[in-house]
């Protein structure tokens, strides 16, 4: 039998993450020998660790978290035109010895939106964040003819920035207007971090409330939706659909009838 290959999911922290066990299940519904691993990379090995893979024969590619979206786009050695778009990678696709960054979030975003019936067309968007998921999140809001973009952060500066590149408004979270989407696009009730819920106050029943968030999978962001009566949508429902469209850049094809449980 042949050596298996290699994959991984990197970030900072990274224990968290469901992706081992999905791939795992990916791989063998495919009949493929795949190693994958979580690897938590410090920022500052992040190039190093690129570097090591790069040149690793075994290596198809990486899936990309928090805190690395941004700077896995800027090492990459060619991106695709969502990683562009975006100005975030969340996989890396090892292509010869090059990296190819691609964003397969924008997808996974705008599918699991569509299967709890969610139209982006239209619609006043309010981001929670303003990191590489919360582009991703603004790409999609804006290529699928959103009526309104508006990123809310504590970091205002960053919020400016993110909202420059997708002609979105940009506010501090105190200040969020209403919409009929809200997205958290931070670690906010991610297992690890605060457990409190960003939607805000005046967000009213009937709009939707999508949490990228997916270890828990019921977060108290969209606990705090539900018992106000809003619409919700959880992570795990992107994660899934990410996932298939990753294993699908390194091998061609997605398995068939693998869920995230």
Request: glycine letters at 8%.
């Amino acid at each position: 039998m042949s050596a298996p290959r290699r994959a991984a999911v990197i970030g900072h922290p990274v224990a968290h993450s469901r992706s081992p066990a999905l791939f795992a299940r990916f791989a063998a519904a495919s009949g493929i020998a795949l190693a994958y691993d979580a690897v938590d990379v410090a920022p500052d090995e992040l190039a190093a660790t690129l570097a090591r893979w790069r040149d690793d024969a075994a290596f198809v590619g990486c899936n990309v978290t928090l805190p690395h979206k941004e700077r896995a786009l800027a090492l990459a050695d060619r991106a695709e035109p969502a990683a562009r778009a975006c100005g975030a990678a969340n996989v890396l696709t090892r292509e010869g010895n090059t990296l190819v960054a691609d964003n397969t979030d924008v997808a996974g975003i705008e599918s699991a939106l569509a299967q709890h019936g969610i139209a982006l067309r239209d619609a006043r968007v309010v981001i929670l964040g303003a990191g590489g998921a919360a582009r991703a999140v603004a790409e999609a809001a804006r290529r699928s003819g959103a009526a309104a973009i508006t990123i809310a952060a504590r970091d205002l500066a960053r919020a400016g920035a993110v909202a420059a590149d997708f002609g979105a408004a940009a506010c501090a979270l105190g200040e969020v207007p209403v919409a009929e989407v809200y997205v958290n696009a931070t670690p906010v009730g991610m297992q690890g971090q605060p457990q409190i819920s960003l939607l805000p106050a005046n967000a009213p029943a009937g709009a939707a409330a999508f949490d990228l968030v997916y270890v828990p999978e019921e977060t108290v962001f969209l606990r705090d939706a539900h018992a106000r009566g809003l619409r919700t949508v959880p992570g795990s429902a992107m994660f899934l659909a990410q996932a298939l469209a990753t294993f699908e850049k390194w091998f061609g094809f997605a398995p068939l009838g693998v869920t995230t449980r």
